[in-house]
């Protein structure tokens, strides 16, 4: 998975974005919070928060440049975790932000492609956008 060197999550900011406690993420980032940091998952908290539905937080995480396009296990990006879990706000937030579209799950997952996922689920709205961004499944 691209970048799995990164640097170890630490607890205030783990706990803040998983709570989703807005005021606090934001202060953890102007005080100079790794935004790009992984948990014991190898997760951002992007790709956390697009798994759980946390569109404010998504939201904000994208504002202040998270990347996109890191992966964890399985090699599924933040934009893929969300498809996964039906959250298509978030998934288009990713989209229209620039996140990768053809990043490829592994072996273990199937190979599959954002794209997929989002025919799996009948998204067919998210379909359309990914193909004008040059999706394949």
Do not use: C, P
Request: proline content about 0%; glycine content about 6%.
């Amino acid at each position: 998975s691209r970048s799995s060197k990164g640097r170890n999550m630490k607890k205030e900011w783990k706990e803040a974005t998983r709570q989703a406690y807005l005021q606090h993420v934001r202060l953890l980032i102007v005080n100079g919070a790794d935004i790009n940091s992984k948990d014991e998952h190898g997760q951002t908290a992007l790709m956390n928060a697009a798994h759980a539905g946390q569109v404010e937080l998504v939201r904000l995480l994208i504002e202040n440049e998270a990347d996109l396009n890191i992966t964890a296990k399985y090699n599924l990006s933040a934009l893929m975790l969300a498809l996964i879990s039906h959250h298509t706000e978030i998934a288009r937030l990713l989209i229209e932000a620039g996140a990768d579209v053809n990043i490829r799950s592994n072996r273990n997952f199937y190979g599959q492609t954002a794209l997929y996922l989002a025919e799996q689920g009948g998204h067919s709205e998210i379909v359309v956008l990914l193909k004008q961004k040059g999706a394949i499944s």
